[in-house]
Nanobody, 115 residues
């Protein structure tokens, strides 16, 4: 069974940086589709950044130029470097992976940006 374990997150002042990581376990081959979503209180979960099945990246407009997604394919680990953080980036960040059409979610990690 695929498990996604996130690390990182925490509290940071506006303008600061944080880094998240997500490691997948329980599989023996490479995950192509991995990415990050977030959910703020009272809002729907939204895409932050993801690798697609063809290896390209997609970013939400709100994070372009500030966030960078990267990965270590050999380790099935995806990272999210978040710079120039804003209070509106405050949310629970979730890792997501897709394997043979089935989506998996991590447990989520809180990111709080103070003004």
């Amino acid at each position: 069974q695929v498990q996604l374990v996130e690390a990182g997150g925490g509290l940071v002042q506006a303008g600061g940086s944080l880094s998240l990581s997500c490691a997948a376990s329980g599989i023996s081959f490479r995950l192509n589709v991995m990415g990050w979503f977030r959910q703020a209180p009272g809002k729907q979960r939204e895409l932050v950044a993801t690798f697609t099945s063809v290896g390209s990246t997609n970013y939400a407009d709100s994070v372009k130029g500030r966030f960078t997604i990267s990965r270590d394919s050999a380790k099935n680990t995806v990272y999210l470097q978040m710079n120039s953080l804003k209070p509106e980036d405050t949310a629970v960040y979730y890792c997501r992976a897709v394997l043979i059409g089935v989506g998996y979610w991590g447990q989520g990690t809180q990111v709080t940006v103070s003004s």
